[in-house]
């Protein structure tokens, strides 16, 4: 099962890391919804509870495709999350490139010091935890702890579970065997999958007309 409480009590170390996961733009929209504004709200709860341990928070989250197309350029997840939190400058990295949940680490972990001493913190719903915390202990190298964002004011998200359990058999499909820590394999994987996911939709549509 996995670990969601107060950071006290999931590990000796106060975590020094942070990464605020983004939940998505509103469908054809550079409106985020409400599950992204509350993890940027409870981020700010979770840091100014957090006694000034925390050395770094990223908040990941790219551009919808929507916005991609426009003419302008539309602010990211992970911008518009920071504006909401407004936690000092100094602390807060962003990462703007990712479209999913395994995107969110493969990129963060760019960003994260590489000590494998070091505490991580994850802040997501607790509905996406779970699958969050699968990732991150296949893509980082550091110790890795979850926080529900609920814990910290947000309210449950209203998503379908179904959906989430789709997701997270997906990745486990898609990292098994995958050693800890082994950035590249994970990277290749995720872009053949990138690349088989249209084909794959493709077929389900045309056999979902004889079902």
Same mark, same amino acid.
């Given at each position: 099962?996995? #670990?969601?409480?107060?950071?006290?009590?999931?590990?000796?170390?106060?975590?020094?890391?942070?990464?605020?996961?983004? #939940?998505?733009?509103?469908?054809?929209?550079?409106?985020?919804?409400?599950?992204? $504004?509350?993890? &940027?709200?409870?981020?700010?709860?979770?840091?100014?509870?957090?006694?000034?341990?925390?050395?770094?928070?990223?908040?990941?989250?790219?551009?919808?495709r929507h916005a991609v197309n426009r003419a302008f350029p539309v602010p990211s997840e992970a911008? $518009?999350?920071?504006?909401?939190?407004?936690?000092?400058?100094?602390?807060?990295?962003?990462?703007?490139?990712?479209?999913?949940?395994?995107?969110?680490?493969?990129?963060?972990?760019?960003?994260? &010091?590489?000590?494998?001493?070091?505490?991580?913190?994850?802040?997501?719903?607790?509905?996406?935890?779970?699958? &969050?915390?699968? +990732?991150?202990?296949?893509?980082? $190298?550091?110790?890795? $702890?979850?926080?529900?964002?609920?814990?910290?004011? &947000?309210?449950?998200?209203?998503?379908?579970?179904?959906?989430?359990?789709?997701?997270?058999?997906?990745?486990?499909?898609?990292?098994?065997? +995958?050693?800890?820590?082994?950035?590249?394999? +994970?990277?290749? #994987?995720?872009? #053949?999958?990138?690349?088989?996911?249209?084909?794959?939709?493709?077929?389900l549509r045309k056999n979902s007309q004889y079902n």
């Amino acid at each position: 099962m996995s #670990r969601m409480s107060s950071p006290s009590k999931q590990s000796l170390k106060p975590p020094t890391q942070l990464i605020v996961l983004g #939940r998505g733009m509103e469908r054809d929209s550079d409106i985020p919804t409400p599950a992204t $504004i509350q993890r &940027a709200e409870a981020a700010r709860v979770y840091y100014e509870k957090s006694g000034n341990t925390l050395g770094k928070v990223i908040f990941s989250g790219g551009r919808s495709r929507h916005a991609v197309n426009r003419a302008f350029p539309v602010p990211s997840e992970a911008e $518009i999350m920071a504006g909401i939190a407004d936690l000092p400058s100094d602390l807060v990295e962003l990462e703007s490139q990712s479209t999913s949940t395994l995107e969110n680490f493969l990129h963060a972990a760019v960003l994260l &010091a590489g000590d494998p001493d070091a505490t991580t913190a994850v802040l997501a719903h607790s509905m996406q935890l779970p699958r &969050a915390l699968f +990732i991150a202990r296949k893509v980082l $190298i550091c110790e890795v $702890i979850g926080v529900a964002a609920e814990e910290y004011g &947000a309210m449950p998200e209203d998503t379908n579970r179904t959906v989430e359990q789709v997701a997270f058999l997906k990745d486990r499909v898609l990292l098994a065997g +995958i050693h800890r820590g082994d950035v590249d394999t +994970i990277a290749n #994987r995720a872009d #053949r999958m990138r690349r088989v996911q249209p084909l794959l939709g493709k077929f389900l549509r045309k056999n979902s007309q004889y079902n």
